[in-house]
């Protein structure tokens, strides 16, 4: 079922299974703040597992609840296999496929799991997230269809004017676009209930071509690999034949971290930060997730960028150095 975004899609996994009965939701600690808010405004119990520095998961279920398992930058959690041996006895197995869209993140037997995605994530969409449940989905809403119009708009416009990069910085078109992207954030936040998707979105995602999308991705990561890899400590040392990246995730000291992205952003390359830690995680009781919390960033290496790209990113970030 398409839903507005990935977390829409949990809020529904997550309503379907407190209709069911669960009340509790079993989240890793190393998690993107945005997740918390379904459990919240569904007004579930939660508790946080330990991931390690391998990002593996090593939850342990209370009966009855729902498990989050996250494929983090793309790769499988180590831990999916053990886990899926279990999922559906003693607890609800749901897995966040949202950075992993193209990966392989199939079963060669049935496995009783929940699965998300935010296919908005990996292609040009402005809206965009599924879940595995059955049955029609929500009517979009009159206020989702034009945040989608505006986005588009505000996309195309960004398109045409980083197509330029020797024309002048323009603060005005800058504002434009950022504040439709903004606007379309603002919505997911704070509606997270509603999920209803335009039409237009599923449409736009079918004529998308998702094969070069992947070959790009991995061309690009692997390009990255060769030119970095003896100089940063690389999340993922290797790239599996059925991976599709979501980035170039590395660990620098969290000092550095923080300048190094803003050295960047000056030069118009934005990296995120999966992700600052929420509130409700305590660095103490996690300290694993605490520590990939200050430590990494995110390198771009998305289907927009060729060989080129990836040469000019390596020697600014190796400056940077
Ligand atoms: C692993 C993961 N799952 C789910 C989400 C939520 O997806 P969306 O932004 O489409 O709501 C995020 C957001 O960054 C994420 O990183």
Known sequence: ???????????????????????????????????????????????????????????????????LLIHYFGWLNPATSELRKEAGRSFHLIEDACHALLSDWSTSSPVERFVLLSPRKFGPLPLGGWCNLPGEPPRATAKAETLMWRSLTARLLRGTYLRQPHAPVDPATE????????????????????????????????????????????????????????????????????????????????????????????????????????????????????RLSRTCLTLPIDQRYGQGDMGSLSELFLRTQ
């Open 1 to 67: 079922m398409w839903t507005t975004s990935g977390r829409s899609a949990f809020f529904l996994v997550l309503q379907h299974l407190k209709s069911a009965g669960v009340n509790h939701v079993h989240l890793p600690a190393y998690l993107c703040e945005s997740l918390l808010l379904p459990v919240k405004t569904l007004g579930l119990k939660y508790s946080f597992y330990p991931v390690d520095l391998s990002l593996t998961a090593h939850p342990n279920p209370p009966h009855r609840s729902a498990v």
């Open 175 to 290: 504002r434009f676009y950022l504040s439709a992207f903004q606007a379309v954030d603002q919505y997911l936040e704070r509606e997270v209930g509603e999920s209803g998707v335009p039409a237009f979105i599923p449409e736009m995602a079918a004529a998308l071509d998702w094969g070069k999308i992947s070959r790009r991705r991995r061309r690009n990561w692997r390009l990255l690999h060769a030119l970095l890899a003896n100089r940063v400590q690389a999340l993922a040392g290797a790239l599996p034949s059925a991976t599709v990246p979501l980035g170039y995730p590395i660990l620098l000291p969290a000092a550095k971290r923080d300048r190094v992205r803003r050295v960047l952003a000056t030069q118009r390359v934005f990296c995120p930060v999966h992700w600052p830690l929420p509130v409700e995680v305590s660095a103490r009781s996690f300290p694993d997730a605490a």
